[in-house]
């Protein structure tokens, strides 16, 4: 990139929205000072605390709420993101606190995503993180690949082409279960792309998911969801259309 | 509730069939492969080609781009990642309800892949997976040791004990020549990117035993091996196959599997090897040489020659497979 196209990418901004459980073991603090890090972003960041402590002091400037109990994540975020003039920002990414980013991720990230015209886009996880889907799991040997899955978490991000489309988030999942089952439907009817940035994994691997949720409850609330709209089924959401090594 | 989804449902009776071919630098090999394809009782519109090149230094994706006309064929590039992550990547490419592992140097029969249909929709359950035969080219057949190696010996392939039909464990989950519906991969588990050569088959297979895996044997889905192994590419090859089933041991401690790992006994058996190893590959690769001259020259092989050579392969190839895991081993602990 030449340097007038380097100074265009600097005042491009990305928003980052974290959810971290105070109470818990969490590595807010490090994914935050990942994010700050960044060369090419402008980056803001927009935490809510959940549970009863107070914020460590390096996270009190990022945390814009405070809640004592516990609120199901997307409609929280839709809360947060209502505050916010979306339009300001070229990405935004929804975070969780127990994953570690490799050094450089938001740059390296970002600069895929925007490569490949990903406007629903995550990192795929580590070998050793907790997988629920093996679809996201790391594929070693390429550095991205346009899927028609992203998952709800514990990272994605959305370019400002898809905010119209997936935002506010559907609040009849409140969990976000089933979303990710949704979003290629409303992406391919709007002609965006969704990817994965295997170059990019994330470790997930604090804590695991099943352990905090009632399995059997979120599969059947996210069978629910589903029959109630369009979707892919796992056999076509887990599928590369193209993959960029 | 009509179904709301957007899966274009094909009837079960006329499955999709992905064969996914992961390949490393044998773009003439996979001409053959390919052309082969090209020749198949089973309509195009049934099946479609996925290329996994793994990061090949040579005409490759020339030879995919080749018969991009002349098959349903998809092409993907992926640097250096090992034989697990490739297959990974073709089955994700895939858009088949069935999925055929194919090997870049085995040549399909005209009704190769007919028959991997024809027994899954015999067998519909997403539990059921098919292995076909896969017979040397009569080019290689006499060659001693591959011969032994699919005849006597069974390093390559064990299918003397097999019967056409035959319902058979996670162990028959052979790669390259077995086929299986993609649902159930997705839904209970994918190849271990660890493996980069040898036993992500296995080990794939075992973790889907524990979800009902079996395996069906059609003997008449052929597929003809054309590639001829020379006997230090053997040894090399049993080598890091032991690398892998060390591997595969540390992943699976039941006692079936350090059993299959041949972990039981590995300091007894290697501390009868160590001390001799060099001696007894060197003298395989003389007897082997000697038999190849042979019939190179016009003779057949003697009873005597032929069973000397087999305790010689027998011999280096067990202690190969051993020094590979010792060697794994030891890396392991370091």
């Given at each position: 990139m030449n340097s007038s196209g380097e100074t265009l990418r600097q005042m491009l901004r990305v928003l980052i929205v974290g959810i971290y459980l105070v109470d818990k073991e969490n590595f807010a603090v490090d994914i935050s000072r990942e994010f700050s890090g960044s060369k090419d972003w402008t980056v803001e960041q927009q935490w809510v605390s959940l549970g009863e402590n107070p914020p460590k002091p390096v996270m009190a400037s990022l945390t814009v709420q405070r809640l004592e109990t516990p609120v199901p994540k997307f409609l929280l975020l839709n809360r947060l993101l209502k505050t916010v003039n979306l339009y300001d920002?070229?990405?935004?990414?929804?975070?969780?606190?127990?994953?570690?980013?490799?050094?450089?991720?938001?740059?390296?990230?970002?600069?895929?995503?925007?490569?490949?015209?990903?406007?629903i886009a995550q990192p795929a996880r580590t070998h050793d993180s907790y997988i629920d889907h093996p679809f996201v799991e790391q594929l070693d040997g390429i550095d991205a690949r346009w899927t028609r899955f992203v998952e709800i978490g514990?990272?994605?991000?959305?370019?400002?082409?898809?905010?119209?489309?997936?935002?506010?988030?559907?609040?009849?999942?409140?969990?976000?279960?089933?979303?990710?089952?949704?979003?290629?439907?409303?992406?391919?009817?709007?002609?965006?792309?969704?990817?994965?940035?295997?170059?990019?994994?994330?470790?997930?691997?604090l804590r695991k998911p099943v352990a905090y949720y009632d399995h059997a409850s979120s599969a059947k609330t996210m069978n629910d969801y589903l029959a109630g709209r369009p979707h892919l089924p796992k056999k076509d959401a887990f599928f590369i259309l193209e993959s960029y090594a | 509730m009509p179904d709301r989804s957007l899966s274009t449902e094909r009837s079960t009776a006329a499955p999709l069939l992905s064969v996914v071919i992961c390949t490393y630098n044998r773009a003439p090999l996979l001409a053959q492969v390919l052309e082969s394809l090209c020749e198949?009782?089973?309509?195009?519109?049934?099946?479609?080609?996925?290329?996994?090149?793994?990061?090949?230094?040579?005409?490759?994706?020339?030879?995919?781009?080749?018969?991009?006309?002349?098959?349903?064929?998809?092409?993907?590039?992926?640097?250096?990642?090992?034989?697990?992550?490739?297959k990974n990547h073709g089955l994700f490419a895939s858009q088949g309800d069935l999925v055929f592992f194919m090997d870049d140097d085995d040549i399909?029969?005209?009704?190769?892949?007919?028959?991997?249909?024809?027994?899954?929709?015999?067998?519909?359950?997403?539990?059921?997976?098919?292995?076909?035969?896969?017979?040397?080219?009569?080019?290689?057949?006499?060659?001693?040791?591959?011969?032994?190696?699919?005849?006597?010996?069974?390093?390559?392939?064990?299918?003397?004990?097999?019967?056409?039909?035959?319902?058979?464990?996670?162990?028959?989950?052979?790669?390259g020549r077995s086929s299986c519906k993609r649902s159930f991969l997705l839904e209970h588990g994918v190849f271990n990117p660890v493996?980069?050569?040898?036993?992500?088959?296995?080990?794939?297979?075992?973790?889907?035993?524990?979800?009902?895996?079996?395996?069906?044997?059609?003997?008449?889905?052929?597929?003809?091996?054309?590639?001829?192994?020379?006997?230090?590419?053997?040894?090399?090859?049993?080598?890091?196959?032991?690398?892998?089933?060390?591997?595969?041991?540390?992943?699976?401690?039941?006692?079936?599997?350090?059993?299959?790992?041949?972990?039981?006994?590995?300091?007894?058996?290697?501390?009868?090897?160590?001390?001799?190893?060099?001696?007894?590959?060197?003298?395989a690769r003389h007897l082997d040489s000697i038999a190849n001259l042979k019939l190179v020259s016009g003779f057949d092989l003697d009873d005597e020659t032929r069973y000397l050579t087999y305790r010689g392969y027998w011999a280096a190839f067990k202690a190969c497979k051993l020094k590979g895991i010792v060697k794994k081993r030891s890396l392991h602990d370091e």
């Open positions: 920002f070229e990405y935004i990414i929804i975070s969780d606190d127990d994953i570690v980013l490799p050094p450089g991720f938001l740059d390296s990230y970002l600069a895929r995503v925007s490569h490949h015209n990903f406007a514990p990272l994605f991000s959305l370019h400002r082409s898809a905010f119209d489309y997936i935002l506010p988030f559907d609040e009849a999942s409140p969990m976000g279960w089933g979303n990710d089952f949704v979003w290629p439907v409303l992406a391919e009817k709007h002609g965006l792309k969704m990817g994965i940035v295997d170059a990019m994994p994330v470790a997930h691997s | 198949q009782t089973l309509p195009t519109e049934r099946f479609e080609v996925i290329i996994i090149n793994d990061g090949s230094a040579d005409d490759t994706e020339a030879v995919a781009d080749s018969y991009a006309k002349k098959l349903p064929l998809r092409y993907f590039y992926q640097r250096n990642a090992g034989l697990a992550s490739a399909a029969s005209e009704t190769l892949l007919e028959e991997h249909v024809k027994t899954h929709l015999k067998f519909p359950a997403q539990h059921y997976a098919v292995l076909g035969y896969t017979a040397l080219d009569p080019e290689i057949s006499q060659n001693p040791l591959m011969y032994f190696v699919t005849e006597v010996g069974c390093f390559l392939f064990s299918y003397p004990s097999l019967k056409h039909g035959d319902i058979l464990d996670y162990s028959y989950f052979w790669g493996f980069r050569f040898g036993a992500e088959d296995l080990e794939l297979g075992y973790r889907l035993s524990k979800h009902g895996l079996r395996v069906i044997y059609n003997k008449n889905a052929v597929s003809i091996m054309v590639r001829k192994i020379s006997f230090d590419a053997f040894c090399h090859r049993l080598e890091r196959q032991g690398s892998s089933n060390y591997v595969m041991s540390r992943l699976h401690p039941e006692p079936e599997i350090q059993r299959w790992a041949e972990i039981v006994d590995l300091d007894k058996n290697w501390a009868m090897i160590n001390g001799h190893y060099d001696a007894i590959v060197e003298s």
